[in-house]
T-cell receptor, first 113, second 115 residues
Framework: AQSVSQHNHHVILSEAASLELGCNYS??????LFWYVQYPGQHLQLLLK??????LVKGIKGFEAEFIKSKFSFNLRKPSVQWSDTAEYFC???????????FGTGTRLTVIP | NAGVMQNPRHLVRRRGQEARLRCSPM?????VYWYRQLPEEGLKFMVY????????ESGMPKERFSAEFPKEGPSILRIQQVVRGDSAAYFC?????????????FGPGTRLTVL
């Protein structure tokens, strides 16, 4: 069965600290991988996605993620977080040609100024 | 360019009443998806529609839930005879193209509370 695991439920960091949020998936076949962010009071927005090519993907606002096929992982990283990065982050996956996304339970990031 | 619109943003219903949730996709998008987020859980796919057609309803509960996307007007998610377990946030998304790596754009969600 398809599933996405985000092991960190709540992460608290000080500004300028480095960030890595874990995402592991279980899915048979070729996958497309996504990270979405939901800022307080706002809707889900796409941060970045991977579907082929370079496994290191760069997204908006200085975020990047690396697809490691052998580990079934797609961890999100940012070298130096800002207070404005406080949000909930969702990892999602779908299969080649599939219509629906499978989401993880989300990681709440709190950045302390 | 307006994004995905959902209304109402908050909806309160008593047990046994009907809930109607509306979703207007982004301009030019003909693919609509509905997801449900229960407390402390991730978003779960419910149904995928194109204009006038239900393409995939594998995530829809078998009873009381229905969805439509008419030729004109918004997509509607309808829940009949609501129960407390239906309390959740319901998100709609739309895409320009179907499936795979194509980005789904999300609306702000409708938070349904069943008393």
């Amino acid at each position: 069965a398809q599933s996405v695991s985000q092991h960190n439920h709540h992460v608290i960091l000080s500004e300028a600290a480095s960030l890595e949020l874990g995402c592991n998936y279980s899915y048979g076949g070729t996958v497309n991988l996504f990270w979405y962010v939901q800022y307080p009071g706002q809707h889900l927005q796409l941060l970045l996605k991977y579907f082929s090519g370079d496994p290191l993907v760069k997204g908006i606002k200085g975020f990047e993620a690396e697809f490691i096929k052998s580990k079934f992982s797609f961890n999100l990283r940012k070298p130096s977080v800002q207070w404005s990065d406080t949000a909930e982050y969702f990892c999602a996956v779908n299969g080649l040609g599939a219509n629906n996304l499978f989401f993880g339970t989300g990681t709440r990031l709190t950045v302390i100024p | 360019n307006a994004g995905v619109m959902q209304n109402p943003r908050h909806l309160v219903r008593r047990r046994g009443q009907e809930a109607r949730l509306r979703c207007s996709p982004m301009k030019g998008h003909s693919h609509v998806y509905w997801y449900r987020q229960l407390p402390e859980e991730g978003l779960k796919f419910m149904v995928y529609l194109q204009k006038e057609n239900i393409i995939d309803e594998s995530g829809m509960p078998k009873e009381r839930f229905s969805a439509e996307f008419p030729k004109e007007g918004p997509s509607i998610l309808r829940i009949q005879q609501v129960v407390r377990g239906d309390s959740a946030a319901y998100f709609c998304a739309s895409s320009l193209l179907a499936g795979g790596p194509n980005e789904q754009f999300f609306g702000p969600g409708t938070r349904l509370t069943v008393l």
